[in-house]
C-alpha cells in the first residue's frame, strides 16, 4: 500500500539510513552543504563501530581495529582527529592449541605442532588435490571443500574447520568458497615450507591502528563533516515506498530523491515490501563480553584464537594494546542466529574457560559490558549472493542503494566501507553533472 504523507513531513535530496561508518562516509562524501537526512535507530551513532569506557576501562563493541591500505583514508581521518593519540601496532596473535600456542596463521605454523601431528599436516598438505598440478579435479563447491582442496584433511581439521564453524555458528558446507575474500590467509605449499625458516607474515592485518578514545574516534571523524542536525537519533525507519520516494519513521514521512542505506538488506527488502527469497539470507550472532581486571595478565599478545572446547572462540587484549597495567580483554561467543542464551551463565562459563587457558589467575573482575551484535559475519552463500544482487540491482532502478557489510550482504572491512560509500557518491555526482 502506498505511503500518505504524515502532517509532519520532511523533503530532503537524499534519505541515508543508518549512522555507521557507512552511512557517515556516505553523509560526508556528499558535503556539509548537500541536502541530506541520516536515520539512526539508536541513540548515538557509530553502528558496531562504539566504544564503551568504564572505570578507566577503554573497551568496544568488538575488537575494532584498523587496517588501512589506502594512506590518503587513513590521512584523511587522522587529520580530523589532531588531538588523539593513534597507536600504530604490529599484531602479535596466537592459536591456543591442545595445550601449546601456535603462531597465527595455522597453515603457515603446522612445524611447530609435535612432530607426529606437523608430519601428518605436511603429509596430507602435500597431497591435497588443488596441490597435484595436472591433476583433474572438480572445482570446489563451498568453503569446506576449499580447506580441504587446499589444506587437506589434517590442517583443515585441527583449526580451519573448527574454529571457523565455532565463528560462524554454521556448517561450512554451506557457505561459499569465496566466503571471506581477501581476509581469509591463504598459504601454498611453497609459502608453508618457507616460513617453516624465514618467517613471514602478508596477511591482511599484521599491521593495525587504534586510537587512544577507542574506534569511537574513527566515527567521530567522519560525521565531523556532516551537519549534526542532519542526524536524527532514535528515528528508526519503519516502512519505505519506492515508487513514491516516501519513507515513514515514527516521528514523520520524509519524501527523498535517492536512498542510500546501510541497514541489513533483507530487513530492508522487508520495509520497502519487495518480494525476496528470505531463507538466502543467514547470519550468526556474536556475544562480546568487555571485562576489566585489578591486575595484569598476559603480555605481549593482541589476540588469541580458540578452536577448542571453550565458550569463546577469540580473546582480545585491550591493555597490551595500550601498554595500561590491568588486564582489559575483550572475549567474543559465536551464536547461532536463534540460539539463546542467559548471560550470567554464559560469564561464569567463560571467567572458568579463561582460568583453564590461564589467562586468568587470581584477578579480580571490577568492571564489565556485554553486547550482542546481531546480525555479526553474515553467510555467503551461491545463493544470498544471487539473491543480494537481485535486490540490489532493484533497489538501485527506484535510486536506493544498498551498502556496507550488512547492506551489501558481504564480508568487507571498515576501509572497504569508505570506500564503497565514496565511490557510491563520485558515481551519483556523476550522473548528475
Same mark, same amino acid.
Given at each position: 500500500?502506498?505511503? *500518505?504523507?504524515?502532517?509532519?513531513?520532511?523533503?530532503?535530496?537524499?534519505?541515508?539510513?543508518?549512522?555507521?561508518?557507512?552511512?557517515?562516509?556516505?553523509?560526508?562524501?556528499?558535503?556539509?552543504?548537500?541536502?541530506?537526512? !541520516?536515520?539512526?535507530?539508536?541513540?548515538?551513532?557509530?553502528?558496531?563501530?562504539?566504544?564503551?569506557?568504564?572505570?578507566?576501562?577503554?573497551?568496544?563493541?568488538?575488537?575494532?581495529?584498523?587496517?588501512?591500505?589506502?594512506?590518503?583514508?587513513?590521512?584523511?581521518?587522522?587529520?580530523?582527529?589532531?588531538?588523539?593519540?593513534?597507536?600504530?601496532?604490529?599484531?602479535? *596473535?596466537?592459536?591456543?592449541?591442545?595445550?601449546?600456542?601456535?603462531?597465527?596463521?595455522?597453515?603457515?605454523?603446522?612445524?611447530?605442532?609435535?612432530?607426529?601431528?606437523?608430519?601428518?599436516?605436511?603429509?596430507?598438505?602435500?597431497?591435497?588435490?588443488?596441490?597435484?598440478?595436472?591433476?583433474?579435479?572438480?572445482?570446489?563447491?563451498?568453503?569446506?571443500?576449499?580447506?580441504?582442496?587446499?589444506?587437506?584433511?589434517?590442517?583443515?581439521?585441527?583449526?580451519?574447520?573448527?574454529?571457523?564453524?565455532?565463528?560462524?555458528?554454521?556448517?561450512?558446507?554451506?557457505?561459499?568458497?569465496?566466503?571471506?575474500?581477501?581476509?581469509?590467509?591463504?598459504?601454498?605449499?611453497?609459502?608453508?615450507?618457507?616460513?617453516?625458516?624465514?618467517?613471514?607474515?602478508?596477511?591482511?592485518?599484521?599491521?593495525?591502528?587504534?586510537?587512544?578514545?577507542?574506534?569511537?574516534?574513527?566515527?567521530?571523524?567522519?560525521?565531523?563533516?556532516?551537519?549534526?542536525?542532519? !542526524?536524527?537519533?532514535?528515528?528508526?525507519?519503519?516502512?519505505?515506498?519506492?515508487?513514491?520516494?516516501?519513507?515513514?519513521?515514527?516521528?514523520?514521512?520524509?519524501?527523498?530523491?535517492?536512498?542510500?542505506?546501510?541497514?541489513?538488506?533483507?530487513?530492508?527488502?522487508?520495509?520497502?515490501?519487495?518480494?525476496?527469497?528470505?531463507?538466502?539470507?543467514?547470519?550468526?550472532?556474536?556475544?562480546?563480553?568487555?571485562?576489566?581486571?585489578?591486575?595484569?595478565?598476559?603480555?605481549?599478545?593482541?589476540? !588469541?584464537?580458540?578452536?577448542?572446547?571453550?565458550?569463546?572462540?577469540?580473546?582480545?587484549?585491550?591493555?597490551?594494546?595500550?601498554?595500561?597495567?590491568?588486564?582489559?580483554?575483550?572475549?567474543?561467543?559465536?551464536?547461532?542466529?536463534?540460539?539463546?542464551?542467559?548471560?550470567?551463565?554464559?560469564?561464569?562459563?567463560?571467567?572458568?574457560?579463561?582460568?583453564?587457558?590461564?589467562?586468568?589467575?587470581?584477578?579480580?573482575? !571490577?568492571?564489565?559490558?556485554?553486547?550482542?551484535?546481531?546480525?555479526?559475519?553474515?553467510?555467503? *552463500?551461491?545463493?544470498?549472493?544471487?539473491?543480494?544482487?537481485?535486490?540490489?540491482?532493484?533497489?538501485?532502478?527506484?535510486?536506493?542503494?544498498?551498502?556496507?557489510?550488512?547492506?551489501?550482504?558481504?564480508?568487507?572491512?571498515?576501509?572497504?566501507?569508505?570506500?564503497?560509500?565514496?565511490?557510491?557518491?563520485?558515481?551519483?555526482?556523476?550522473?548528475?553533472?
Amino acid at each position: 500500500m502506498p505511503l *500518505s504523507r504524515s502532517p509532519r513531513h520532511t523533503t530532503v535530496s537524499t534519505l541515508i539510513v543508518g549512522a555507521g561508518v557507512s552511512g557517515l562516509a556516505a553523509a560526508a562524501a556528499l558535503g556539509r552543504d548537500h541536502d541530506l537526512l !541520516i536515520l539512526e535507530a539508536e541513540p548515538e551513532i557509530g553502528g558496531y563501530c562504539r566504544t564503551v569506557k568504564k572505570h578507566g576501562f577503554v573497551w568496544d563493541y568488538s575488537g575494532h581495529f584498523f587496517h588501512f591500505k589506502d594512506p590518503e583514508i587513513e590521512a584523511w581521518l587522522r587529520s580530523r582527529m589532531p588531538h588523539q593519540h593513534v597507536r600504530t601496532v604490529e599484531r602479535r *596473535s596466537a592459536i591456543s592449541y591442545a595445550g601449546r600456542s601456535i603462531e597465527f596463521p595455522f597453515q603457515k605454523n603446522i612445524h611447530q605442532l609435535p612432530l607426529p601431528e606437523f608430519i601428518e599436516c605436511l603429509h596430507d598438505l602435500y597431497f591435497a588435490s588443488a596441490n597435484q598440478p595436472g591433476s583433474p579435479r572438480a572445482p570446489e563447491t563451498s568453503f569446506k571443500e576449499m580447506l580441504y582442496a587446499r589444506y587437506g584433511r589434517a590442517i583443515a581439521e585441527k583449526f580451519l574447520i573448527p574454529y571457523n564453524e565455532k565463528l560462524y555458528g554454521c556448517d561450512l558446507a554451506t557457505l561459499d568458497r569465496e566466503a571471506m575474500g581477501r581476509f581469509f590467509p591463504h598459504a601454498d605449499l611453497a609459502a608453508v615450507i618457507r616460513n617453516m625458516r624465514a618467517p613471514e607474515d602478508d596477511s591482511y592485518n599484521r599491521t593495525f591502528t587504534y586510537p587512544e578514545g577507542g574506534a569511537i574516534e574513527y566515527i567521530n571523524a567522519l560525521a565531523s563533516e556532516v551537519r549534526t542536525q542532519a !542526524i536524527a537519533l532514535e528515528e528508526p525507519l519503519l516502512e519505505l515506498d519506492l515508487e513514491n520516494k516516501l519513507a515513514r519513521t515514527p516521528e514523520r514521512t520524509v519524501g527523498f530523491e535517492r536512498l542510500i542505506s546501510s541497514v541489513p538488506l533483507p530487513q530492508l527488502a522487508q520495509l520497502a515490501q519487495l518480494a525476496h527469497d528470505h531463507a538466502a539470507f543467514s547470519w550468526n550472532k556474536v556475544l562480546v563480553f568487555n571485562l576489566g581486571f585489578d591486575a595484569k595478565g598476559p603480555t605481549g599478545i593482541h589476540w !588469541i584464537y580458540y578452536p577448542g572446547s571453550t565458550v569463546f572462540y577469540r580473546v582480545g587484549f585491550y591493555d597490551n594494546i595500550f601498554d595500561t597495567d590491568r588486564m582489559s580483554l575483550y572475549v567474543e561467543i559465536g551464536l547461532g542466529a536463534d540460539q539463546p542464551f542467559d548471560h550470567d551463565t554464559m560469564l561464569a562459563r567463560l571467567l572458568a574457560d579463561l582460568r583453564s587457558e590461564g589467562l586468568l589467575t587470581d584477578q579480580k573482575l !571490577i568492571a564489565s559490558h556485554s553486547v550482542v551484535l546481531d546480525p555479526a559475519y553474515v553467510h555467503i *552463500s551461491r545463493r544470498s549472493n544471487d539473491e543480494a544482487a537481485r535486490l540490489r540491482a532493484q533497489l538501485g532502478e527506484h535510486d536506493a542503494y544498498s551498502i556496507g557489510r550488512y547492506g551489501a550482504w558481504t564480508y568487507c572491512s571498515i576501509e572497504d566501507n569508505i570506500k564503497e560509500a565514496r565511490a557510491l557518491v563520485q558515481a551519483l555526482q556523476a550522473r548528475a553533472g
